[in-house]
T-cell receptor, first 116, second 112 residues
């Protein structure tokens, strides 16, 4: 089954304790991205990756890191989480990032993070 | 500047009736894609419908259709014969250079 898998689904942590949210897709997609969703703000892109070893900042990259060492995985790293990073996070993937490509974006189920 | 604007934070519709959710976007490009996503209480993001800007014909998917007005940069979603399962948050999205920009969402309530 084609899917984007995020782990964990729920996470409660304390300020400053490093954490990683994993994202994996089994569709051989080139393009992957991370979003955060906050009330009244919709989805805002954190980072995206056009392909292996190619990552770039989205709208709200501060406080986050990503890596793309292999095609299927795109972990989101919070080196020193703060309460303002409490949010719902979505990972997504798409076959290619080409502007003219007819690629839909597949979303993971979301990770709800609370930073105390 | 906001790329995608959904001016209706909340909408409601009677079951079996029709409702239209509005979306406008800002772009200077001629070739792009527009999407509507549904987010039910489960929080999963589900693609509802997609429109290619170069196509004149409005996209339709069963009870869902769009009214795409390219010159006006408008992309509204029409849901016909609304069902209780349609209750969700709906997001409009615009794709530019491989990046999807989302609106702030419209919360749809379906009244039995």
């Amino acid at each position: 089954e084609a899917q984007v898998t995020q782990n964990p689904r729920y996470l409660i942590t304390v300020t400053g304790k490093k954490l990683t949210v994993t994202c994996s897709q089994n569709m051989n997609h080139e393009y992957m991205s991370w979003y955060r969703q906050d009330p009244g703000l919709g989805l805002r892109q954190i980072y995206y990756s056009m392909n292996v070893e190619v990552t770039d900042k989205g709208d709200v990259p501060e406080g986050y890191k990503v890596s793309r060492k292999e095609k299927r995985n795109f972990p989101l790293i919070l080196e020193s989480p703060s309460p303002n990073q409490t949010s719902l996070y979505f990972c997504a993937s798409s076959l290619r990032a080409s502007q003219v490509a007819k690629n839909i974006q597949y979303f993971g189920a979301g990770t709800r993070l609370s930073v105390l | 500047a906001q790329t995608v604007t959904q001016s209706q934070p909340e909408m409601s519709v009677q079951e079996a009736e029709t409702v239209t959710l509005s979306c406008t976007y800002d772009t200077s490009e001629s070739d792009y894609y527009l999407f509507w996503y549904k987010q039910p209480p489960s929080r999963q993001m589900i693609l509802v419908i997609r429109q290619e800007a170069y196509k004149q014909q409005n996209a339709t998917e069963n009870r869902f259709s769009v009214n795409f007005q390219k010159a006006a940069k408008s992309f509204s979603l029409k849901i016909s014969d609304s069902q209780l399962g349609d209750a969700a948050m709906y997001f409009c999205a615009y794709r530019r250079s491989g990046v999807d920009y989302f609106g702030t969402g419209t919360s749809l309530t379906v009244i039995p």
